[in-house]
């Protein structure tokens, strides 16, 4: 019997879970974590499962046909093994789950809902004994914009248009969309930026998107505007984020993911009255459905020898 890897840092109990969860939809698969493995069946392992690996560990597989990651997010994974070296000869497989999407687009949809309900004003005025009324605004005069229309943001955008906000998106590539209008490129992204009364981030970490979020593009968000950032703490440059914020021309920020993680406790985000934290909560890998997804993608594999699909290298997507 063929053995397949699970090469995670994940705690062990963790490990344990998944392990069992795996085995149990695959009876005709020995998965096996790293540490239990032989030399031997190391040289002839083609499929590993990954939650948070080392990458070294990857190294000592060398017949590795394809990689499963738990995870929706492989920007760092990607990063880690192509950054100034040769792309590996595997497939790196992404986790791709509609209920991750829809997670997301709930997400997405109840932090907008804060945000243009003015619930950051409403908590510092009870903070001061202060009872003042803000005007309401219905949703179709409030203008989000979501940077990043794959799965994840195609599905949180159709959902903010269902609940009538005007809706824009942008993408690297052009995108259609109904009821969003959608820019692409570089001059789309400055058309699309400056009618932005909300900025939600849902872009992948890569060379093009890092520090995207600067000072060049949050100088053409209106007056008052305010940002989520659901995708990757580095895709916003965090100095010129604060300059905004204290300054006045961003009203408010969400953010639930950082560049290093946990976010540790002494760092300014924390205390900020106009930033709001959250510990990467905004769209969890739901355990049952990730395993059924996995098991899904080896099975079809051991069927047809057909990879799920995979991650360009060149891209980081």
Known sequence: MAVITFVSQLAQHEQAAWLALLSAKL??????????????QKLQ????I??????DVLSQYPKLIWVQSLWAGVDALVSQLSHDKPAPSFKLVRLIDPILAQTMSEAVLTWV???????????????SA??????????????????GLGRLGKLSALRLHENGFNVLGWSQSEKL?????????????????KQTDILICLLPLTAATYHLINDDLLTKLPQGASIINFARGGIVANNDLIKYLANDHLEHAILDVFEHEPLDESHAFWSHEKITVLPHISAP????SAGEIVTNNIKKYR???????YINWNKGY
Not at 45 to 48: D, L, M, P, R, T
């Open 177 to 193: 969309i109904n009821g969003v209008q959608c820019y692409w490129g570089d001059e789309g992204l400055a058309t699309m930026v």
């Open 27 to 40: 009876p005709n698969e020995a998965i096996k974590l790293d540490k239990d493995l032989s030399i031997e």
């Open 285 to 288: 890998t739901h355990f049952e």
């Open 303 to 309: 069927s047809n020898a057909q990879i799920p699909l």
């Open 50 to 55: 990954v939650a948070n690996p080392d990458v």
């Open 113 to 127: 809902l804060y945000l243009h309900r003015d619930m950051p004003k409403y908590l510092q005025q009870q903070k």
């Open 130 to 147: 202060l009872w003042l009324q803000h005007r309401y605004l219905l949703p179709k005069e409030r203008t989000l914009g979501v940077l």
């Open 45 to 48: 392992c083609e499929i590993a």
